[in-house]
């Protein structure tokens, strides 16, 4: 199961944090990512991170503005949002790959969180 939090309302050009737990398994040899849905729009990946190793991921649209990060100890990982745009708005979801392939096609993640919103408005 994962857990997303730490969403909300934003001015353009403020920060977010971004936690996804995961409870009742490890993600030792998986690999985990950010998706975004957007009013309207398909599922978009944002970033990810691959357990094993730490090797991360972004997006060309949030390259320099987002980072993904994890913390083992806590079974965690983090998306650090700063900078934020009125286009970032959107509902973030994490989602995991047990092959520990961090895929930009979000077809093919087995697991995911319930969705956390994030409003980038003035």
């Known amino acids: 199961q994962l857990q997303a939090s730490g969403g909300g309302l934003v001015q353009p050009g403020g920060s977010l944090r971004l936690s996804c737990a995961a409870s009742?398994?490890?993600?030792?040899?998986?690999?985990m990512s950010w998706v975004r849905q957007a009013p309207g729009k398909e599922h978009e990946f944002v970033a990810g991170?691959?357990?094993?190793?730490?090797?991360?991921y972004h997006a060309d649209s949030v390259k320099g503005r987002f980072t993904i990060s994890s913390d083992n100890a806590k079974n965690t990982v983090y998306l650090q949002m700063n900078s934020l745009k009125p286009e970032d708005t959107a509902v973030y979801y994490c989602?995991?790959?047990?092959?520990?392939?961090?895929?930009?096609?979000?077809?093919?993640?087995?697991?995911w969180g319930q969705g956390t919103l994030v409003t980038v408005s003035s």
């Open positions: 989602a995991a790959a047990p092959s520990g392939v961090v895929y930009v096609s979000t077809d093919y993640y087995q697991y």
């Open positions: 991170i691959r357990w094993s190793g730490g090797r991360t």
């Open positions: 009742e398994f490890t993600f030792s040899t998986y690999a």
